[in-house]
């Protein structure tokens, strides 16, 4: 099964990604993982990523495409995969349809948490207090600027999905199990 999560920051998607790859026995790729990676150490990719992401902007397209046309060919794949994170713009969007073409891979089903902003202000606001503030993009001007460009590059991805008939929306403000549970029942 090979799954996309869709959602602003602070839905929980990696929550739920959790979940369905034990579920499933799929992996996860997480392009925020991957970059966090990259800048831990301290690659050339890792380098130039670390400025924009601490901004809250987004990492341009053809660094992401490279990463994921990368991942998508290891054998691991093979079983299924949930692209978390990713994409997260049109253009990604579109790019990633022509590597699945050329490996003649399919999406089952696209999964968006939908969450109100007020929440996810809140519930990120909180992680940060949590994990003693341990992503440098978890703070109150960023997370604002990452909403927007949810808002504004990335929520336009959906209608392309849409188009597909491959779209769910799950409420994103139930709890954990609950939404876990929702999407079980969609797949
Ligand atoms: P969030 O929790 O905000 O959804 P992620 O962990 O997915 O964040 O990503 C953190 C940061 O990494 C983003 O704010 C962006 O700078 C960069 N990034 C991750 N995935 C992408 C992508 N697909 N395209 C562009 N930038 C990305």
């Known amino acids: 099964m090979n799954l996309i999560l869709f959602g602003p920051p602070g839905a929980g998607k990696g929550t739920q990604a959790k979940f369905l790859i034990n579920k499933f026995n799929i992996i996860q790729i997480s392009t925020g993982d991957i970059l966090r990676e990259e800048v831990r150490s301290k690659t050339d990719l890792g380098l130039s990523a670390k400025n924009i992401m601490d901004r809250g902007d987004l990492v341009p397209d053809e660094i992401i495409m490279s990463i994921i046309e990368k991942r998508l060919s290891k054998p ?13 713009t049109l253009n990604q969007a579109i790019e990633l349809d022509k590597i699945l073409k050329k490996h003649q891979i399919d999406i089952d089903k696209i999964i968006e948490i939908d969450v109100e902003e007020e929440i996810l202000i809140q519930r990120i606001t909180t992680r940060a207090l949590e994990t003693n503030n341990s992503r440098d993009d978890d703070n109150s001007n960023v997370l604002k600027n990452r909403i927007e460009i949810y808002k504004k590059d990335t929520k336009p991805v959906l209608n392309f999905y ?16 609950e939404v876990s549970e929702e999407i079980l029942n969609s797949l």
């Open 76 to 88: 691991d794949c093979n079983n299924g995969f949930i692209l978390d994170g990713f994409p997260r």
């Open 162 to 177: 849409s188009n597909m008939d491959k779209l769910i929306t799950i409420n994103g403000m139930l709890s954990i199990d």
